[in-house]
């Protein structure tokens, strides 16, 4: 992404002499500073020399070279807390005692803990009105990933061990897929992540109930140009039968949910009519916290939204409501532009927290680790430039119901970034670069 400049007033660095920022310019100010300081000490004249070169050269790498778009100080920063990190894991395995069975071939269980006080768990009769309550912590209990007993079998007769389904303690999770652009791929990668994970999530109530799938749905609040219809080959009916159903004084959203039948993934349709001007009035933000509401309650637990490349009152409040915002951006100068000003935006009404970061569409000799770096994140996934996506929506399905290979990998880390403890094909558990050991993170929920 050479030759693309941040906009006045974004978060990029200011370049100030030099072609660097105020804080790499003070870096190579104190290297040449320490360099003139040690040529007036009382010491030997050749390690005079050698310390000096030493500490203008630091001070200049320091200002320059930036792998991956950061600083060199960061990246021994972050490899201090790896070691730091797998010294006190080596620690704790060796400190923890060996447990035994209780009884001669009883085989052992893991320990799972429920992090989640007072928290109702999900009624297995599926989506239909379950009263979940109120729920402060959304966390999922992971399994112990070194557990194998395949003796225990799930009561779904499909052989998989119940034990590595994770007991889901938490409520539910909101994920929205955002871009200031259009033509991005948002509402492609919302329809995508949210038909894996409805194929092939899966959750227990408790440690000993049989395993489940994870009740997804995908609502489609792009009031100007909803597509989701034409990716999974469902016309009816759309949240305009239910914004204009007057049959009833309070309609309830479910009532126009439709299954798609070949992921089981429950989708709210967008407008069949661009909603704009005096039309905008029938979606507002009382409309969409109904809706949410009314779906949280229903006992899912995820909720993908597919917002609008707009910045209005309504996408305003479906980013608040958000557990997790994925902004979308493609190898483009434009598209990277409006990174950072939707980025910008949403920093500035407190959203900054929520925000990660896919690349969309990517092709080979394309990086983005420059933005990444002046935006302070890191891509949670890459997904590569596939015609297969296209043939896919004119076939009016997912790609994950029948594709393959490195696109259906990138998504599913995409998805597992999710739910964690989505399978991974093997080959996608590598870093995304050389350093992305610093962005992993063992996350539940």
């Known amino acids: 992404m050479r030759g693309v400049r941040i906009p ?3 978060n990029g660095e200011d370049q100030f002499i030099l072609g660097l920022s105020v804080t790499r310019l003070a870096a190579l100010a104190l290297g040449l500073l320490a360099a003139y300081t040690i040529l007036h000490l009382s010491l ?3 390690l005079q020399l050698i310390l000096a070169l030493g500490a203008a050269l630091l001070g200049a790498a320091i200002a320059w070279i930036r792998p991956e778009g950061r600083s060199l100080i960061h990246w021994a920063l972050a490899a201090i807390e790896f070691k ?7 620690e704790s395995a060796v400190s923890r005692p060996p447990s035994a069975p209780s009884k001669k071939g009883e085989s052992l269980r893991p320990r799972l803990s429920l992090v989640a006080e007072n928290a109702h768990s999900v009624s297995s009769e599926g989506p239909r009105p379950v009263d979940i309550g109120s729920i402060e912590d959304e966390v999922i209990e992971l399994p112990d990933p070194g557990f194998d007993n395949a003796d ?7 052989g998989e061990s119940a034990v590595a389904v994770p007991v889901y303690l938490g409520g539910p999770q909101v994920i929205a897929f955002f871009s200031t652009k259009g033509g991005t791929g948002r509402t492609t990668l919302a329809t995508e992540v949210a038909a894996l994970l409805a194929m092939k999530g899966r959750y227990r109530e408790s440690p000993t109930s049989p395993s489940q799938p994870l009740h997804v749905a995908l609502i489609d609040f792009d009031l100007g140009s909803a597509n989701v219809s034409a990716r999974l080959g469902i016309a009816q009916p759309t949240m305009l039968d239910y914004l204009c159903d007057l049959t009833l004084p309070c309609p309830d959203p479910r009532d126009f949910v439709i299954r798609h039948p070949a992921t089981h993934l429950d989708v709210m349709l967008g407008p069949s009519k661009c909603l704009s001007g005096d039309r905008a009035e029938l979606l507002g933000v009382a409309q969409a916290a109904h809706i949410l509401t009314t779906f949280k309650s229903a006992g899912y637990q995820f909720l993908i939204l597919d917002i609008s490349a707009t910045l209005g009152d309504l996408e305003t409040y ?3 409501t958000a557990t997790r915002i994925y902004c979308v951006v493609t190898p483009t100068a434009g598209s990277v532009q409006s990174l950072y000003r939707g980025v910008e935006a949403l920093r500035r009404i407190g959203l900054g927290a929520k925000l990660g970061y896919v690349a969309n569409k990517m092709r080979d000799g394309f990086n983005l680790a420059e933005p990444m770096g002046d935006l302070n994140g890191s891509l949670v996934a890459r997904i590569p430039y596939d015609p297969s996506f296209d043939t896919a929506e004119n076939r009016h399905e997912p790609l994950v119901v029948r594709g393959s290979g490195a696109s259906i990998e990138a998504l599913s880390v995409l998805a597992a970034s999710i739910y ?5 094909p093997a080959q996608s558990r590598s ?3 050389p ?5 992993k993170r063992r996350r539940a929920g």
Do not use: M, V
Request: hydrophobic share 45%; charged share 15%; net charge negative.
């Open 431 to 433: 870093a995304l670069s």
């Open 44 to 46: 030997p004249g050749p």
């Open 420 to 424: 964690p403890a989505l399978k991974l």
């Open 318 to 320: 479906l980013l608040e």
């Open 435 to 439: 350093f992305g050991w610093f962005s």
């Open 152 to 158: 225990d079998a799930s009561a779904n007769g499909d």
């Open 84 to 90: 730091l990190t797998q010294h006190l894991a080596d």
């Open 8 to 10: 006045h007033e974004l």
